[in-house]
Every structure is written in C-alpha cells, then in structure tokens.
C-alpha cells in the first residue's frame, strides 16, 4: 500500500523498514525482524529518506542511530502503520464475511 500526499509517495515496506530500525537501532535486527535482508533495509530506508528529503538516521559501524527529524516522523510512521494494519483487517473480515 503506498501513501501519497502533496507529490510525496511513501509505501508501506519502507515506514515498516523505517520504525523497526528505530526500534532496533541496527538495519541488521530489523531485516531480521522483518525478514528482510540488510540491503533491503537499507535500501528502504535511502529511498524513503530520499522521498522526504532528510536524513533519518546517522549509520555507524555499531548501528544506526535516529536523527531529529526521525524521531520527530516516528510516532506519525507508527500511527500511519497502524491504520494500515486496521484497514487490512477490516477488508479481511468483509470479503470473510461475503464468502
């Protein structure tokens, strides 16, 4: 699922890349987390950093640490998360419900 607003396009994979390596704080315990492969990760996190035009994290060789403008975006990534998780469950209950 992606998010557009004012010509910005976010997607799912990369807000879900974004918040576990928030949580995380290693690209490599969130790939794992996700099931992802580290360069995967990465590659979410640079392209979404690159849709929104910062830098959401300082990468080092002990891990990944969260920029202020990550941290300012992560309760919103986390919310917009959120209402998708509750959108996918309700349409599964619906198509449920009319088999």
Do not use: W
């Amino acid at each position: 699922m992606t998010v557009k607003q004012t010509g910005v396009e976010v997607n799912e994979r990369e807000l879900q890349a974004f918040v576990a390596v928030a949580e995380h704080g290693r690209m490599d315990l969130a790939a794992k987390a996700l099931g992802y492969s580290q360069p995967a990760v990465s590659y979410q996190i640079k392209c979404l950093e690159t849709t929104l035009g910062t830098k959401l994290f300082i990468r080092t060789s002990s891990g990944a640490t969260i920029t202020r403008s990550g941290a300012l975006m992560l309760p919103s990534a986390q919310a917009v998360l959120t209402l998708l998780r509750g959108i996918k469950a309700t349409t599964e209950d619906l198509a449920k419900a009319a088999a």
